[in-house]
């Protein structure tokens, strides 16, 4: 424990031996097995199939769950519970309905007591950041489900947090628009750099956004299995033969069905 | 020329059955036939049933002839302001209470086998007992009002709390709210489209409540002119008297669908 703490020490996000089951006795089940990685100021993807932890993996480093053994650390300081120096995108996009796009946008701002004036400003700056100049005023049921997840992306990434979590947040959009959304995300965090965890079960989509790729088991429990670098130049093109042959490799080795 | 003429023929033919499917003629059509099958049954039983021009002259007296001392509009807002009466205590005690209930499960264990023995209670069933405690006058009505009314408002507050979706806690949580913000900025927002359905509900149930308790004891409102309309043998008056009822429900309805459009503008998402 010691020298694993020791060894991710220079990272922004660490994860320590974490270990996550749920339910009791006989009931009990083992979701994430031994844990350990850290992350620096760069792109990193989960990639994992359905039922390999991952969402778990994201709601503790969020907070929202605590892991059974082992701790998270975001800045040297231990991950306690939810709070706004961690940026969450739900895949559900999960906006308050009875708030506009501004609403939504600016509810961390409003929460942490800033005035009005100030937080239209700022949250005006980052609608126009992902795209939704002109729809400030609507409602988040008049919006199509890119753009909700933009409303979304630009909710978390207004607080400045130390840490973007994103949870598989095209998993719900068609193959056009979820294209568009990954040369969105790449464009958005290229004009405001953040640390960013994006969790996928889609290896392409791995491959084209992250840095880094962390490759998890399937079936429970989920163990950290391989850690891809994905050294390719941005923007990436899903077609070339660098892109394939990585996707070749990954696709082999974590025997997901494409 | 001559096959224009055919077309522009066609055309009107077809704009004029168009225009006769659309469900307002239907409406107004089937309201007519009504009216006439209504006539007819009158006409050939004039002693117990009142023609409709009957009625219509009935009400139009109402507006400047006293029914026992007021006149009909007089005896209209009697009745409403029993309504709003009982629809503001209604609400003031049944939002809380419902609210509280569905915010935590220990008060809703001990609230909830009293509200379930009360519930299926008909409040018209109360009227005995509240005569016997406050007499014939105004509270008595008000009492048995607040009963039917309540309902609705406290089932409607408790469910829009429990049927919120606990992602919306998580996000405002990452955002960094406290739970004094939760409860602001989600639970009360988010149980809004709720409650109001509730206080719909309960409306029409204070009006329907309203025109009974008037039925028994009263000497003004709209339950006492179909009351008097028996008592004097006039048809007319009691016919009169129910659709004046039906209309003013109506309105009543149509008044806070638009109110609710005011105030919860994203419900429509909801009804999707």
Redesign the interface.
């Known amino acids: 424990m010691e020298n694993r703490t020791r060894a991710l020490k220079n990272f922004k996000v660490q994860c320590v031996g974490i270990s996550k089951s749920f339910g009791e006795g006989n009931e009990k089940k083992l979701i994430l097995d031994d844990i350990n990685f850290g992350v620096g100021d760069e792109f990193v993807v989960v990639l994992g199939p359905g039922q390999s932890g991952k969402t778990t993996l994201l709601n503790l480093i969020?907070g929202?769950e605590r892991p059974s053994t082992g701790q998270v650390f975001v800045d040297g300081e231990e991950v306690t519970?939810?709070?706004?120096d961690?940026?969450?995108v739900?895949q559900?996009y999960?906006?308050?309905?009875?708030k506009t796009v501004m609403g939504n946008v600016e509810?961390?701002l409003k929460?942490?007591g800033m005035s009005k004036k100030e937080r239209r400003e700022m949250a005006s700056y980052y609608i126009d950041l992902v795209g939704l100049k002109g729809f400030e005023n609507s409602?988040?049921?008049e919006l199509s489900g890119g753009m909700k997840q933009r409303v979304s992306i630009a909710?978390?990434y207004v607080?400045k947090p130390k840490v973007m979590l994103l949870d598989e947040p095209f998993g719900q959009l068609d193959a056009q628009t979820r294209y568009l959304m990954e040369n969105e995300i790449i464009r958005i965090w290229q004009a405001e750099k953040r640390t960013i965890i994006f969790v996928t079960n889609n290896i392409e989509e791995a491959i084209f956004l992250g840095d880094r790729i962390l490759s998890l088991d399937g079936k429970f429990p989920g163990r950290l299995k391989t850690i891809y670098d994905v050294d390719l130049d941005r923007p990436r093109d899903r077609a070339d033969t660098s892109f394939l042959k990585i996707r070749q490799r990954i696709t082999e080795e974590t025997m997901l069905i494409l | 020329m001559a096959i224009s003429k055919i077309e522009n023929k066609t055309a009107v033919k077809i704009a004029l059955l168009e225009f006769l499917r659309s469900k307002y003629i239907l409406y107004a059509i089937s309201l007519i036939l009504f009216i006439i099958f209504w006539d007819i049954s009158a006409k050939m039983n004039g002693r117990f049933l009142p023609r409709p021009w009957a009625v219509l002259m009935e009400l139009i007296n109402g507006i400047n002839e006293p029914i026992a001392g007021k006149i009909l509009i007089v005896h209209l807002w009697y009745s409403l302001k029993r309504v709003f009466i009982a629809y503001a205590i209604a609400i003031a005690i049944g939002i809380p209470i419902g609210l509280l209930m569905g915010y935590s499960k220990l008060i809703n264990a001990w609230i909830k086998p009293i509200f379930d023995l009360f519930k299926p209670m008909p409040p018209i069933a109360w009227i005995s007992l509240a005569i016997l405690w406050f007499g014939i006058g105004e509270t008595s009505k008000v009492f048995i009002i607040v009963l039917g009314a309540i309902v609705p408002v406290i089932l409607n507050s408790m469910n829009g709390i429990r049927l919120i979706?606990p992602?919306?806690y998580?996000?405002?949580?990452?955002?960094?709210?406290?739970s004094r913000?939760e409860i602001l900025?989600?639970t009360l927002?988010?149980s809004?489209p709720a409650i109001f359905a509730g206080l719909q509900i309960s409306l029409s149930m204070a009006w329907t409540t309203v025109v009974a308790a008037e039925l028994m004891g009263a000497r003004e409102g709209m339950g006492f002119i179909i009351i008097r309309g028996m008592s004097v043998s006039n048809p007319a008056m009691i016919v009169g008297g129910m659709l004046v009822i039906a209309v003013t429900a109506w309105l009543l309805s149509v008044l806070m669908t638009l109110l609710e459009r005011r105030i919860?503008?994203?419900k429509?998402?909801l009804e999707?």
């Open positions: 969020a929202l519970g939810p709070g706004p961690r940026g969450l739900f559900k999960t906006l308050f309905p009875w509810m961390g929460l942490s409602y988040p049921h909710r978390a607080n | 979706d992602s919306l998580h996000a405002i949580r990452m955002l960094g709210g406290n913000q900025e989600v927002p988010a809004l919860c503008p994203w429509t998402e999707h």
